[in-house]
């Protein structure tokens, strides 16, 4: 599982031509989904992401959670995350995981987020879209990698 979380004053995803959700100052969460991953790795992940202190108090040291400044989350699910270009000019996308489980975690990492108190929007699953976003920072965290997330036991 990969995920790359940007810090954002807004975002918005577009698909068909239309607005589909948008959000005010929080995280913008693009979700990669990797053969292997569980359940475990997505409540991880999810606390991990809500609890994270990448938001300035006030002395302007990253001190301070999304949930400590009521801030928003949008979610996107990307499969290209786990492009492997180690061989060849073409990504290969072997490591993503089938759509239909695929499907089922990023909607659960939806839900996590959701039960730890962080209002969540987010894109349509398998749809070309559109992400608009001002990043505020800038501020980009990976967290992740391949053979599945790391979770402490």
């Known amino acids: 599982m990969k995920a790359v979380i940007q810090r954002v004053l807004r975002a918005e995803v577009e698909t068909e031509g239309s607005v589909i959700a948008s959000s005010n100052e929080g995280l913008l969460i693009f979700l990669g989904i990797e053969k292997g991953d569980s359940e475990?790795?997505?409540?991880?992940?999810?606390?991990?992401?809500?609890?994270?202190?990448?938001?300035?108090?006030?002395?302007?040291?990253?001190?301070?959670?999304?949930?400590?400044?009521?801030?928003?989350?949008?979610?996107?699910?990307?499969?290209?995350?786990?492009?492997?270009?180690?061989?060849?000019?073409?990504?290969?996308?072997?490591?993503?995981?089938?759509?239909?489980?695929?499907?089922?975690?990023?909607?659960?990492?939806?839900?996590?987020?959701?039960?730890?108190?962080?209002?969540?929007?987010s894109g349509r699953f398998g749809a070309s879209m559109k992400i608009s976003l001002i990043n505020n920072g800038p501020v980009t965290i990976l967290i992740g990698g391949g053979g599945g997330l790391v979770t402490p036991t």
Do not use: C
């Open 40 to 121: 475990q790795d997505i409540k991880y992940l999810a606390k991990k992401v809500s609890n994270l202190r990448v938001f300035d108090d006030d002395k302007g040291k990253m001190n301070l959670s999304i949930k400590d400044i009521g801030g928003e989350a949008m979610v996107i699910s990307q499969f290209t995350l786990l492009a492997d270009t180690k061989r060849g000019n073409r990504p290969s996308f072997e490591r993503a995981e089938e759509p239909k489980r695929a499907k089922e975690l990023y909607e659960k990492f939806i839900e996590e987020m959701k039960n730890s108190g962080v209002p969540v929007q």
